[in-house]
């Protein structure tokens, strides 16, 4: 997908173009427990810091300054969708209890006169586009593109109480207030335009047109992750990066997910004695012998996300008969001892291709400890709990999203989520349209692979004007009945 080249330099020796942002993770503790059953020299590692909180590991939030003077926001960080959007004052309190932004207030504020709409599973977002100076960090792109929203549908702090949060009685200073599209331009929700990262890398503004993400262990507490824009930071991960290329969601199509060749999906037991899976046994395997599958890489999804007919089996051959589908959210509950018993031998495996075509001998193979997948419910770790989510779960119909979950299940894709991803390092290369995989520090997944050489034209170009519509989807997920908080931002083309 997206990753340049690649500067493995010590953390210390950062370039100056790069920069470290944490990023705040959180979800809704306010629910209770029986209701939640159901992320190169010069810069100073705290310039630019925000506090990453950690509050069971729903999604990851980073912050960012919008405006002169900057109004700050709290915001989901997403590589499934590309727009970057804020409620706006214009968005009455009920809808946006947090912050909302002033143009007022800003002197650099431009009205684009544009719609903006975006519809997600569970809800939705609409307004107007505008351009104004936004700051990430040291960063700063004047005139961005972004959106302003003026009506929101469970969208802005979802499942929190609103009028606990407008009479001030909640900390809201962990909450999701907009989304951070890090999705390419052909992603965006309207007429294309380069999202914030693009434009810094077009703009010169990047040591490298890449950035990386580190998100830390579902456990960790305060400071749980990075976001590191212009450069790759070596004590974040073990081994060596391997990369696979970006693919189309249609041969020929621009690019707009940061999306994987995805060749197979296996379940290996002993696997974490060997990365490459020589000496373990197959318990099952997924392996698509003709032509590959769309793996997306989605950090604003909390669970990863697969057809029917891989997740069950997976689940069956780590639970046995101890799992429960839950019809409202459609993800599988299973007992938390588990996950230190049966589990504990088991790595699940995601093998990367470099073409349409499956290889001999693939770019990235990800192993990932079972174990990783048990998410307590109702305790603070698994010694305590005795109810988990399984990390895994199948595309469903979702009557009231017009069955958009099953037409991307209909289209084969796999959306590779943070029950995943937190056991990798990541890094997205816009120059070279390529995705790096490697190790997380503290993690006791496995990477391997061999990386391609790519050939792809650079993403870093001006965008294509043409406008086209799209749907970002939620899988269905009620907050009133089993988890609180997953957010899936995914970006669904309807061409």
């Not at 005139?143 to 302003?148: A, T, V, Y």
């Not at 579902?218 to 970006?246: E, Q």
Request: glycine content about 8%; some cysteine.
């Amino acid at each position: 997908m997206r990753l340049l080249l690649i500067f493995l330099l010590p953390a210390a020796c950062l370039a100056t173009n790069t920069i470290r942002l944490p990023i705040r993770r959180s979800s809704s503790s306010s629910i209770s427990a029986p209701d939640r059953h159901l992320k190169r020299r010069s810069v100073s590692p705290h310039h630019g810091a925000a506090q990453l909180y950690n509050d069971e590991g729903s999604e990851y939030l980073v912050r960012v300054g919008i405006g002169t003077p900057p109004q700050n926001f709290t915001v989901a960080l997403d590589t499934g969708s590309s727009d970057l959007w804020i409620p706006s004052t214009d968005c009455p309190l009920q809808l946006c209890p947090l912050r909302r932004y002033d143009p007022a207030q800003s002197s650099t504020y431009e009205d684009t006169g544009e719609p903006f709409r975006i519809t997600y599973g569970i809800g939705n977002a609409n307004g107007s586009y505008a351009r104004d100076t936004v700051h990430l960090g040291q960063l700063q792109v004047e005139k961005q593109q972004f959106g302003l929203a003026k009506l929101t549908d469970n969208i802005v702090a979802p499942g929190q109480d609103m009028e606990a949060i407008a009479a001030n009685d909640m900390d809201n200073d962990h909450m999701s207030n907009g989304i951070f599209g890090l999705g390419y331009p052909g992603l965006t929700a309207a007429k294309k335009y380069d999202p914030f990262v693009f434009s810094l890398a077009k703009q010169g503004l990047l040591n490298e047109p890449v950035f990386s993400i580190h998100m830390g262990s579902l456990f960790d507490k305060g400071w749980a992750g990075d976001l590191l824009l212009g450069g790759i930071d070596t004590s974040k991960y073990r081994g060596n990066l391997v990369y696979a290329p970006v693919r189309p969601a249609s041969s020929g199509e621009p690019l707009t997910y940061w999306m994987c060749h995805g060749q197979g999906i296996r379940l290996l037991e002993d696997g974490g004695n060997h990365a490459n899976g020589s000496t373990a046994t197959t318990a099952l395997d997924f392996s698509f012998t003709q032509t590959t599958r769309g793996f997306i890489i989605d950090t604003g999804t909390t669970l990863t996300y697969m057809d029917k007919d891989m997740a069950e089996p997976l689940v069956e051959a780590v639970a046995g008969t101890n799992v429960v589908l839950d019809d409202a959210s459609g993800t599988f509950i299973v007992p938390c001892r588990l996950a230190k018993r049966k589990s504990q031998n088991l790595h699940l495996e995601l093998v990367l291709s470099n073409s349409e075509t499956p290889v001999e001998d693939p770019p990235v193979r990800l192993h990932v400890p079972v174990t990783d997948l048990f998410i307590p419910l109702d305790g603070d770790s698994l010694d305590t709990a005795t109810q988990c989510m399984f990390g895994i779960a199948p595309w469903v119909k979702n009557e009231e999203d017009n069955d958009t979950a099953t037409k991307l299940g209909n289209r084969g894709l796999v959306l590779v989520g943070d029950t995943v991803l937190r056991a990798t390092y990541l890094v997205f290369d816009m120059g070279q349209n390529r995705i790096g995989f490697a190790q997380a520090i503290g993690s006791s997944s496995r990477v391997s692979g061999t990386s391609f050489t790519n050939t792809s034209t650079s993403s870093i170009a001006n965008s294509d004007e043409n406008a086209a519509t799209h749907i970002i989807i939620h899988p269905s997920w009620k907050r009133d009945a089993f988890i609180a908080a997953l957010i899936t931002m995914l970006v669904m083309l309807t061409q």
